[in-house]
């Protein structure tokens, strides 16, 4: 069965870096697009980065210079550097896999930022 396993999250000061991991199995990782999403309290769920199959990436237009995604087909892997975090990213990040009509959602994470 699939499944989406992330890792990573938790509790940093303002300023400090985190990097998230979500795993994958199931299903053909290569091929699909990996994206990660994120909801904050009382919040839509939205776009952070999103990573094809060809690497090319793209960012919601606040995590541009702060965050950075990467994927490594070899350990059915995508990962998501966050730097300069600030109080505002608060949130669940969710890893997310499409490719067709197929799109699959891992638990989430809890990343707190706060002094």
């Known amino acids: 069965q699939v499944q989406l396993v992330e890792s990573g999250g938790g509790l940093v000061q303002p300023g400090g870096s985190l990097r998230l991991s979500c795993e994958a199995s199931g299903f053909i990782f290569s091929i699909y697009a990996m994206g990660w999403y994120r909801q904050a309290p009382g919040k839509q769920r939205g776009l952070v980065a999103v990573i094809n199959s060809n690497n090319n990436v793209n960012y919601a237009d606040s995590m541009k210079g702060r965050f950075t995604i990467s994927r490594d087909n070899a350990k059915n892997t995508v990962y998501l550097q966050m730097n300069s975090l600030q109080p505002e990213d608060t949130a669940v990040y969710y890893c997310?896999?499409?490719?067709?009509?197929?799109?699959?959602w891992g638990q989430g994470t809890q990343v707190t930022v706060s002094k």
């Open positions: 997310n896999a499409r490719w067709g009509g197929n799109s699959y």
